[in-house]
């Protein structure tokens, strides 16, 4: 039994070791993608956000940049979860604790473990990725209203931004009493939440 329990922590182990390696590849596989993509997508612009007489409402829909928003859940989080599930089981596996209690220490571990490198991993993009529209980062930018925005955050609407010569589409709430109409002029007061902001008529 308890060798059965050894064999089966040590596989998780392994298993979490393979997922960080498979998530690290995946992940530099998709910041490649993107930044060929984001590369592809100002070379197709045929009007530059800062050319005279720029619309920003009609600029195509399939060429906004999206803005980052973090996940709750990554691939490199996940290896970090088997890894610490896998590390309380190998340790306290024939230590006498029974395996219902094992598994709950070994389950809130890694939980705590995958919320933790979730967490980092977006702090160290923000830090360090210059290209990426991060939301937090879009406080003081102007814009104008694409969907109406009720009055006094009653309702959400959508704000198409200019940031970092990319332009880019979120939802918005509005801090004035009244209804902000498409085409209104508007500037980000701050971050909402991880993809909403707060704006008002400008």
């Given at each position: ?9 040590a596989a ?171 085409g209104t ?18």
């Amino acid at each position: 039994m308890i060798m059965g329990i050894f064999e089966n922590a040590a596989a998780i182990g392994k298993l979490g070791i393979f997922l960080v390696l498979f998530g690290s590849v995946a992940e530099a596989v998709m910041f490649i993608w993107e930044r060929m993509q984001r590369k592809n997508r100002k070379s197709e612009d045929s009007e530059p956000s800062g050319k005279p007489g720029f619309d920003i409402l009609k600029y195509p829909a399939d060429k906004l940049a999206k803005p980052y928003v973090p996940r709750l859940v990554t691939a490199e989080g996940t290896a970090g979860f088997f890894i610490a599930a896998g590390i309380v089981c190998m340790i306290l596996g024939g230590s006498g604790i029974p395996f219902p209690a094992v598994a709950l220490i070994a389950m809130f571990l890694g939980i705590s473990c995958e919320v933790a490198v979730s967490n980092l991993k977006y702090s160290s993009r923000i830090k360090s990725d210059s290209d990426v529209i991060f939301v937090p980062n879009l406080s003081g930018c102007n814009g104008k209203v694409s969907v109406a925005i009720p009055a006094g955050v009653t309702g959400e609407g959508k704000v198409r931004l200019v940031c970092k010569g990319a332009v880019t589409e979120i939802k918005a709430l509005s801090s004035d009493e009244v209804v902000l109409d498409p085409g209104t002029d508007v500037t980000v007061l701050y971050a909402w939440k991880d993809d909403e902001v707060m704006v008002k008529k400008i």
